[in-house]
Each structure stands twice: as structure tokens, then as C-alpha cells.
């Protein structure tokens, strides 16, 4: 599609207002669309350079289909992330029958939620009893890994509350939909016992309670007889994910010490992901902005945010800021395109997330927003993966192929 110099499209947004006119219909007319846009500056995607990105499905697999349960597997974040580091996913557990229908559109083994399993972490004694009659077993060989939501720790959400307000969120262990949920998974964790295990949720995990609700949690798996690395907040960036990105990783094994991976030098800029074309219409419709909106997003420089609309647009020569989920309720809302004045598309925001562009997000548009920014990046999931093949397994399968 042409793009539009600036002048024309200034001329066009003008007509849109004055004449009432959709803007999306304005652009039709005139033989363009949204991703004709240009902002002031008219930047270009070929006027820089960026590092090449190695896809997740490019990566070298180190593990030889070791076993793993997920659970609070949301869109499937980890279950990639392991995949590709040569970990073998056999089941799903899942709450949300949207979330379920991604990961089997997605070639899920074995989703253990709705709309034939409920999925319900709360009532993990019915969890445990529905894996058991899976076949799952005590002292299972794999691993078992899982983010328990986490409203009820995050300090994005708390932003929107007053503190001295009864709406204020930041209530951690106590919240009685979501609080308990680590402690179950837990209970899980210690049923079956896992060589390993990785318990991913929020930075605020760590200071929620002073931090005494996540040492208690720790001490239970020690006791357990776990070996349980400090929980650690680690910046995805940090680690090859184009995106800041700050997630609290608890890991514990019952051999081996784990550590957590090397961090990379130079952070990969959002410009590595985005900069390629995306070939596949899936989930890559962009939103019909009014022209309103667009006449404040395209005098935007890098980085700077619309204020009204609460949006930022993206500096390709950075990691992107976090992609923000929504509630399961509702739609995310994603940042501005860098080269574009427009929100980006679903795809584009999992691009940022790492997700390969053939990776399937079901239902509507913004619960596919909400998936994607809920997700945990696949590549933060395979970098882990991997140092727990080499903490827990390695020298046990190179023993085997000596």
C-alpha cells in the first residue's frame, strides 16, 4: 500500500472532521488505508538499521523431549518458550475456555479445561485427582511450570486506584479470587514433585507482604525437599525479548542448582522485530481510528505518549515498553507503531512478545489483545527452559548417550 505524504493525509483528516465522514472511509476513498499513515517526522522503516532477531523457531532445541505440565498456561507462552528448547508439554491446565481453545488451535497435547474440565486452580484436589486419572504420577521426571495470575500483585494495576481507596488492589495474598492461587499451585507442586518446577508472575510478587507471603512459599518447597534458586526479578530485555518486561522467577529442583541464564550485552530494539513485513492477515487487522486521534498520534515523536488516549509510541531503537493486558474481561491496549500513527495489531504487539507470526490467538480481536499481553514472552520461556536442562538434566543425558 502507498503511503500518504504528510500534507495529503493532513488534507484528508481535515475532510474527515469537517464533513463528519469516518475516517476509515475517507482513506478507502482515496485508495488508502491505515497503514498508509505517516507521522510528522515521516520516518521510515527503511531509514534505519536494527540487529537481527533469531525467531523462537529458529532456536537449537538442547533437551530431548523431557515431559512438563503447565498449568495457568493462558495463551501458551511457556508451553512454546519449552517446546522449542526440546521440552515436550503432555498437558494444559486452564481456566479460561478462550485461552484453551488457543492452545489447541496451537496443537496442545492435552488441554484439562472447559469446556469438559473446569481448570480450576482454586480446587486443586479436583486438579490433582483429574491428572492422576490422566496418568500423571508421583515423583513425575519433567517439569512443571506455571504463572498464577497475578491482579492482585501487580503494581500496573494499582495505578489505577487510589490507595486509601476500597478499589485499591495491591492486596496481595488476601485478594480471595486470585491471592491463594500460588499456594495451590504449590500444593500441586508438592503432590507430584517434579524434578523441577518455574513459577513465573509479577515483579510485585517479591514486596507484596514485605515479601513474607513469597518466603513462606519458598520455605514450603525447601521443606518439600527442593533446592529453590533465589526468586529473582528479571527484565525480559535482558535476555533477547525485544520488550521491558520485569517477571519474578521462582525455580527449584530436587537435583542440580539452577542459575539463571546470562544476560545479553546489548538490549534488541523494538525496530528488530517490527521492522520485516508481516505476511499473514491473521490478527493483523489495524484498528479504525477516529481522525481525531490520529491528529494527535502523528505529531508524536519517539517515545512520547498521547496523554488522552494513554498510548506510547514506540522507539524502534529501544526495547519496547511492556504490553499491557487488560483484564480477562477486556481488550489490552497496545502502544503506537513506531512508523505508523496507529495502535498496532495483535500481531505486531506478539511479534513484541516474541511469538512466531503463525501462532494462532482465537476469539475476538481485544481478547486476543488480552492473551498476547498476558502471555509470558516464549523466549524468556525458552532461555529459562534451557538453563534447566542444564542445571537438572544435562549431565544425566550426556551420561546416557556416553
Do not use: W
Not at 116 to 145: C, P, T, Y
Not at 277 to 288: K, W
Amino acid at each position: 500500500m502507498e503511503r500518504l505524504s504528510y500534507t495529503h493525509q493532513k488534507e484528508l483528516l481535515e475532510q474527515s472532521i469537517k464533513n463528519e465522514i469516518p475516517f476509515e472511509e475517507v482513506l478507502s476513498n482515496n485508495g488508502f488505508d491505515y497503514n498508509s499513515l505517516v507521522y510528522s517526522d515521516e520516518a521510515k522503516m527503511s531509514d534505519f538499521s536494527f540487529p537481527d532477531f533469531v525467531p523462537i523457531n529458529e532456536r537449537k532445541a538442547v533437551a530431548p523431549h523431557i515431559p512438563c505440565v503447565s498449568f495457568f498456561s493462558g495463551a501458551g507462552g511457556l508451553d512454546l518458550g519449552f517446546k522449542h528448547a526440546g521440552f515436550d508439554t503432555i498437558f494444559d491446565v486452564e481456566i479460561n475456555e478462550m485461552f484453551c481453545n488457543t492452545l489447541r488451535a496451537n496443537g496442545a497435547k492435552k488441554v484439562l479445561g472447559p469446556p469438559d474440565f473446569s481448570g480450576n486452580m482454586q480446587d486443586f484436589d479436583s486438579v490433582i485427582a483429574r491428572l492422576e486419572a490422566e496418568g500423571l504420577q508421583k515423583n513425575f521426571q519433567g517439569v512443571f511450570h506455571g504463572g498464577p495470575p497475578c491482579q492482585s500483585f501487580s503494581i500496573a494495576a494499582n495505578q489505577r486506584f487510589s490507595k486509601s481507596g476500597e478499589n485499591f488492589k495491591r492486596t496481595g495474598f488476601h485478594h480471595e479470587k486470585y491471592g491463594n492461587l500460588l499456594f495451590c499451585y504449590i500444593n500441586v507442586i508438592i503432590h507430584f514433585m517434579p524434578e523441577a518446577f518455574l513459577i513465573e508472575n509479577v515483579d510485585g510478587l517479591l514486596t507484596i507482604d514485605g515479601g513474607v507471603q513469597a518466603s513462606h512459599a519458598c520455605e514450603l518447597l525447601q521443606a518439600a525437599g527442593y533446592t529453590v534458586a533465589t526468586p529473582t526479578v528479571v527484565n525480559a530485555a535482558d535476555f533477547g525479548v525485544p520488550q521491558k518486561r520485569m517477571r519474578t522467577i521462582i525455580v527449584g529442583s530436587k537435583k542440580g542448582k539452577f542459575t539463571f541464564p546470562k544476560k545479553i550485552k546489548n538490549h534488541l530494539p523494538a525496530g528488530s522485530v517490527l521492522s520485516s513485513p508481516i505476511l499473514t492477515a491473521e490478527s493483523n487487522v489495524p484498528r479504525n481510528h477516529k481522525a481525531e486521534s490520529i491528529m494527535r498520534y502523528m505529531i508524536l515523536e519517539f517515545g512520547k505518549r498521547d496523554k488522552l488516549g494513554r498510548v506510547d509510541r514506540v522507539n524502534p531503537l529501544l526495547p519496547s515498553k511492556t504490553i499491557i493486558a487488560g483484564g480477562t474481561g477486556g481488550g489490552g491496549r497496545s502502544h503506537l507503531h513506531p512508523f505508523i500513527p496507529r495502535t498496532m495489531t495483535v500481531r505486531e504487539c506478539a511479534r513484541l512478545q516474541t511469538f512466531p507470526d503463525d501462532y494462532i490467538f482465537t476469539g475476538p480481536m481485544a481478547r486476543q489483545f488480552t492473551q498476547v499481553g498476558n502471555a509470558v514472552p516464549p523466549l524468556l520461556g525458552y532461555m529459562m527452559a534451557c538453563a534447566i536442562y542444564e542445571a537438572v538434566y544435562e549431565k544425566r543425558y550426556s551420561s546416557m548417550a556416553s
